[in-house]
């Protein structure tokens, strides 16, 4: 391919909660930049990634969930993903291989016919289901909407992912690089921070804590012998959460500040000290003010 034909644009990735959007996208750029969690509606930010090739640039936009908003938070999250869809060149719709197309899929797919922006269909998850049963689901699901391309896929495995990085640039236009060739994602170091603390409180609470828990870094210093000092703090609406997040002893939060300072010191690539601290902030998820702290509004 010559210099002339350089591609690049802006992709949306989009789908019902927890079809693995996240995961998908850590795959695709060949680094953790989104946390990842089996519970729906983790991903709370629009998350800019760059997959840079020597023939094109892939500009990636992952996005919150769509569903069925509860609260402003729910409302902003569903906001954002939806208005991606006539900002961008190409639109990566995650469907679920092993689940059935159902109304939220339904929905998006409706949403995007009116963007008018073109489609990619991506089957995630497609090492949960027989080889045989795939083409008779492709074949449905063609008949749903003129996608560009239909291409299953595992993000776990990273099965036929090369294939689906081929479509997606197939799709842009010719186009310059719109960002350093080592740029491979635009999120602040201190919202990534509090993202990788927010992944580790959802994996080791569970079910026990709902998504009422927000975190913000307060703190990053620099420290003589190459330590970073982070301090930071964990919002969370009842009281009773906050007994379950420091748990018996401290030593639920001492897990959490452990899991998340090893990745925290991976990512940066200095020794890290990470001071934590939880705070009850009831029904911040319905304050406007707070959600302009958190970084879910814009100022």
Not at 16 to 23: D, E, F, I, L
Not at 240 to 268: C, D, N, W, Y
Request: aromatic share 6%.
């Amino acid at each position: 391919m010559t210099e002339k034909e350089h591609r690049s644009g802006f992709v949306s990735i989009v789908g019902r909660p927890n079809v693995g959007k996240s995961t998908l996208l850590n795959r695709l750029v060949g680094r953790k930049v989104a946390i990842v969690s089996d519970r729906p509606q983790t991903t709370r930010h629009r998350i800019l990634s760059v997959l840079t090739l020597p023939e094109a640039q892939i500009v990636f936009l992952d996005t919150p969930g769509i569903h069925k908003p509860r609260h402003q938070l729910g409302e902003y999250m569903v906001k954002v993903a939806l208005g991606t869809l006539r900002e961008v060149d190409l639109i990566l719709f995650l469907v679920e291989a092993h689940a059935a197309f159902g109304a939220g899929d339904g929905f998006i797919l409706e949403r995007i016919k009116e963007a008018g922006t073109p489609a990619i269909l991506c089957i995630n998850k497609a090492d949960l289901v027989p080889r045989k049963s795939l083409l008779p689901l492709i074949d449905d699901l063609q008949h749903k909407h003129d996608f560009r391309a239909i291409v299953p896929v595992s993000a776990l495995t990273g099965e036929n992912t090369d294939r689906l990085v081929e479509a997606v640039v197939a799709e842009l236009p010719p186009g310059p690089r719109y960002y350093p060739a080592e740029t491979v994602t635009d999120q602040p170091e201190q919202l990534v921070i509090a993202e990788l603390i927010r992944e580790k409180i959802l994996q080791l609470t569970r079910e026990e804590v709902p998504h009422g828990v927000a975190v913000v870094v307060e703190e990053m210093v620099p420290r003589p012998r190459d330590l970073l000092y982070i301090r930071a703090v964990v919002y969370t609406e009842r009281e009773s959460h906050k007994g379950i997040l420091v748990g018996q002893g401290g030593q639920m939060l001492k897990k959490i500040g452990r899991l998340a300072r090893e990745e925290i010191e991976a990512l940066f690539g200095s020794r890290v000290y990470l001071d934590l601290w939880v705070k009850v902030r009831p029904h911040w998820r319905r304050e406007e003010a707070f959600l302009r702290r958190f970084g879910y509004l814009p100022e």
